[in-house]
């Protein structure tokens, strides 16, 4: 189901019949796949980006896909491979979790709920992880979460990334491994899983759509074996000349 929705909302806005009909007269841009070339415009603002022409500001790129898509796994790969530092957006929300403060007892029980967190806290958690890293590329993991994180990061900072990396996986596929992992994470049980995968769902696309219209998202097939899946991903940043 979740896979079917996918498609749908590649071919259309997700967010309102408004920006459904201006995406449509954009002539339904689509995700490249790992497979396709970027346009010569997309690859140069890339380049543009790594010589440096926002001053200190380091590489960045987003990773996004739904929960138990190996996004996380990936971007350990990427960042050993490729020079990045790995900014996880759900390990700094756990982390605050783990200091034991009033804030962390609250995004805590937010993420039991299977709920987002509010944007202010995580973007501050994210620029202070960015400011914090002397690494000249960043793989932001698992954010932004909604449309609300994404501008919400670009008003705070000043800046968009420079790269959206999307783990596009089935919906059995990622329930079968949120469930086998065994980390014991509060968010690992069936029906906080069924409640991320909806929020998800209708949150997290609408800012992968946003991506694709600014010819910034980029679509990797999240099945098959780990390296399988890296082997694409492999390919996708060698591209890049990074």
């Not at 796949?33 to 960045?60: Q, V, Y």
């Not at 449309?147 to 959206?164: C, M, S």
């Not at 069924?194 to 991506?211: D, G, H, M």
């Amino acid at each position: 189901m979740l896979r079917r929705r996918l498609s749908s909302l590649l071919l259309r806005s997700p967010c309102s019949s408004a920006v459904a009909s201006s995406i449509q007269q954009q002539h339904h841009l689509l995700l490249p796949t790992h497979a396709e070339k970027p346009p010569a415009l997309n690859l140069l603002r890339l380049f543009t980006s790594l010589a440096g022409t926002d001053g200190d500001r380091p590489f960045i790129a987003f990773v996004l896909g739904g929960p138990g898509s190996g996004k996380g796994t990936q971007c350990s790969r990427i960042a050993s491979d490729f020079g990045f530092s790995h900014v996880s957006a759900g390990d700094l929300l756990r982390n605050e979790i783990s200091a034991g403060t009033d804030q962390g007892e609250w995004i805590l029980e937010i993420i039991r709920e299977g709920r987002i967190v509010p944007s202010e806290i995580t973007v501050e958690l994210v620029r202070k992880a960015i400011e914090s890293s002397t690494a000249k590329r960043v793989l932001i993991d698992g954010f932004p979460r909604c449309e609300e994180n994404r501008i919400a990061f670009e008003k705070i900072t000043g800046t968009e990334p420079d790269l959206v990396l999307f783990f596009d996986c089935p919906e059995d596929e990622m329930v079968k491994r949120l469930l086998s992992r065994n980390q014991g994470r509060v968010d690992d049980n069936i029906e906080t899983i069924k409640k991320r995968l909806k929020v998800f769902e209708s949150l997290n696309l609408p800012v992968v759509e946003y991506y694709s219209s600014r010819g910034k998202a980029h679509k990797i097939n999240a099945t098959g074996t780990e390296d399988e899946i890296f082997e694409a991903v492999r390919k996708l940043f060698s591209s890049l000349r990074l």
